[in-house]
């Protein structure tokens, strides 16, 4: 009985060992670029009326860098399978003379079936080094609104100024150099918020994923949501006047602001006040630690 296990186990292994090395050969003469082909397309508008930006993107991720154009630039760029490059395209238009609409790649989705796209998983695999990327260009000045949004892929703000900036991803974090305004809102469905420096008015909410934000001369109030991930938020320097509610339902609470007296009941919630406590800070985890420090 022992031998005879010991034969099956032999011819198994045998067999893999087989399978493996055919399944190598066959991948060594997959040809990666086989229905793949490059996009290049640019769009471009004078910023001097514009101080209004919607740009909404299906299949990227997004980069925002600043310019010293006198230009707002909206570049796509990258490979992707040829099949789906003759449906990509970049739409722009203006509304009125201050709003300028970027519609990059927005296509329309099949409904109620799943569809498997192989070029498009060679294309990830042989061109992982020129996957398609949006990369946008803003003229260095202070922007009334800039709205983003993306189905699938990550948003980056390098450096942007606006009176109110409003992203949203559905798959793929959304992560802030540095934010210059009133207001900043970023939701994320499966994704990480990332701020490094950012002021005003601050809502950020994400359903899986950690945030982490540090702010500076924050306004009324100050909202940081997270369904399953922790969150780290650093005020620097430390508001004089402000409230903080914090909670977890599955993790430590940590409130460390100079000049807050804390009151907890547990180690998962923490509240506590400075000054007249006008500015309301309230932070959120279902599942995950909270860590508030201010300086």
């Not at 996009?39 to 471009?44: C, N």
């Not at 997004?62 to 570049?75: L, Q």
């Not at 950020?204 to 306004?219: M, P, S, W």
Request: hydrophobic share 35%.
């Amino acid at each position: 009985m022992k031998r005879g296990v010991k034969f099956f186990l032999l011819f198994g292994f045998a067999c893999l060992a087989i399978g493996l090395i055919g399944a190598a050969a066959s991948f060594k003469t997959i040809d990666f670029n086989e229905g793949i082909t490059s996009i290049d397309i640019e769009k471009k508008i004078s910023a001097a009326n514009i101080d209004t930006l919607i740009l909404q993107n299906d299949i990227s991720g997004v980069t925002f860098i600043p310019s010293n154009s006198d230009e707002i630039k909206v570049h796509l760029a990258g490979m992707m399978g040829e099949a789906t490059a003759k449906n990509c395209t970049v739409e722009a238009a203006t509304e009125g003379i201050n709003v300028w609409r970027v519609d990059v790649c927005t296509q329309k989705k099949a409904q109620n079936h799943f569809n498997f796209d192989l070029t498009e998983l060679k294309n990830l695999i042989g061109n992982h080094g020129n996957h398609l990327r949006t990369e946008v260009s803003l003229p260095n000045k202070m922007y009334k609104s800039i709205t983003v949004s993306s189905d699938t892929g990550g948003i980056h703000f390098k450096e942007v100024k606006a009176e109110k900036l409003t992203a949203r991803s559905d798959t793929g974090g959304i992560t802030v150099d540095r934010y210059e305004g009133k207001q900043l809102n970023l939701q994320s469905d499966t994704g990480r918020i990332a701020v490094e420096n950012g002021q005003g008015n601050v809502t950020l909410k994400t359903d899986t994923g950690g945030i982490t934000a540090n702010l500076h001369d924050i306004g009324d109030s100050v909202s940081l949501e997270a369904d399953t991930g922790s969150i780290r938020l650093l005020l620097d320097p430390a508001p004089t006047g402000a409230s903080f509610d914090l909670s977890s339902d599955v993790g430590s609470v940590n409130l460390e602001v100079t000049g807050v007296i804390v009151q907890r009941n547990d180690h998962h919630s923490a509240k506590g006040s400075i000054g007249d406590g006008s500015k309301k800070v309230h932070v959120r985890t279902d599942t995950g630690y909270i860590s508030v420090t201010g300086r």
